[in-house]
């Protein structure tokens, strides 16, 4: 009798308890959704861009542009192997410049007709880099002369990760000047490849409009295994969010898509890394989109990588892509964060 009084006395105790736990889960639900409602914090629609850096002639293209828009927004346009780094051919004649510029303002064009916001690869950066302003003052009366589109484009991209070479902000800011004097509408962004904390310190340009940064969440034959997945987070993304998060600028996260064209290198992205990065980027306040390379099958320079594409990425990864947009664009999806937990939600 007395054992079986102790059995209904600590089951009224795990009861009580079970039910005042279940309480302060909820009350802390609802303070969690109060203060996210209020703040506007890790909702969807905060994020304005979502995308892709595009290797590949889009006019080529058309058909598979056009189901992206489905989902995405904002195409970063890169049109070739050759101007990837933003440089014309070596040795371009006026000429062969001004039937280039027409070409790319054929593509600005078809893609303003989907109603992306578009960003401009120029093909100026060596100037950038050996400090010939007055050069690129001439070229930007080219562009300006022979690309009448510049009037319908949102962003340029100038130069390609400063950290990396020995262009100082300084440098980078008499460029910004320049071109704002002939393009004064035009936004600049410059991405940043924040992959060591030697790079913590580095200095972006005071006059840019949006910066981004491109982690690199790999080295060699990176296969995302636990151990390598924790020395690359530290070595690179978390070292890339707190370079972004100390600067005075909005930014933009480049998620990690790649894997290796050797089938013995990287492995192809995850439907689940890829949902990462976008509820990643949901918590950095000053995250404003989040962007993918879409190389499609062609070689990314000496690099043997290859990025998101259709005909080569799974099923299941293509809808994570279609449904992140959505989530952003659209409706709510079970994509976000769960606020009682904050883990990620459940299929």
């Not at 005042?20 to 969690?32: P, R």
């Not at 056009?66 to 000429?95: F, H, P, Q, V, W």
């Not at 290796?260 to 918590?283: F, H, M, V």
Request: glycine share 6%; with cysteine.
């Amino acid at each position: 009798m007395r054992n079986i009084k102790i059995v209904l006395f600590i089951s009224v105790l795990l009861l009580t308890f079970t039910g005042y736990s279940t309480t302060m889960t909820t009350n802390q639900k609802k303070k969690i959704e109060k203060r996210l409602e209020t703040s506007g914090y890790l909702k969807p629609g905060r994020l304005k861009y979502y995308g892709y850096a595009y290797l590949g002639d889009v006019l080529k293209e058309k058909k598979e542009l056009k189901k992206m828009r489905e989902y995405c927004n904002t195409i970063g346009m890169i049109t070739s192997e050759s101007s990837l780094r933003n440089k014309y051919d070596k040795g371009a004649t006026e000429k062969e410049k001004i039937a280039f510029l027409k070409k790319e303002g054929e593509r600005i064009k078809f893609l303003k007709s989907l109603d992306y916001e578009v960003c401009w690869f120029m093909p100026l950066a060596s100037l950038v880099k050996e400090n010939k302003l007055a050069e690129f003052k001439k070229e930007l009366q080219l562009i300006k002369k022979n690309m009448p589109e510049m009037k319908i484009l949102d962003m340029v991209y100038i130069f390609d990760e400063p950290n990396f070479t020995d262009v100082s902000a300084e440098q980078l800011d008499d460029f910004i000047d320049a071109f704002k004097k002939v393009f004064p509408n035009v936004k600049t962004l410059f991405f940043y490849a924040i992959v060591h904390p030697k790079f913590l310190n580095v200095k972006p340009p005071s006059k840019a409009d949006i910066l981004g940064i491109d982690p690199y969440m790999f080295k060699g034959r990176y296969e995302n295994t636990p151990e390598e997945f924790e020395y690359f987070y530290r070595e690179s993304l978390a070292c890339a969010l707190d370079w972004a998060n100390r600067q005075d600028k909005p930014f933009v996260l480049a998620g990690d898509c790649f894997y290796s064209r050797n089938p013995k290198g990287k492995k192809k992205t995850t439907p689940e890394a890829a949902q990462w990065y976008y509820q990643l980027a949901l918590t950095q306040p000053k995250c404003i989109g989040l962007i993918w390379f879409y190389y499609g099958n062609l070689p990314i320079e000496s690099e043997n990588l290859k990025g998101f594409n259709f005909k080569e990425s799974s099923k299941k990864l293509q809808k994570t892509h279609r449904d992140i947009g959505k989530a952003i664009f659209k409706k709510p999806t079970p994509l976000g964060l769960q606020w009682d937990t904050f883990a990620p939600a459940g299929e």
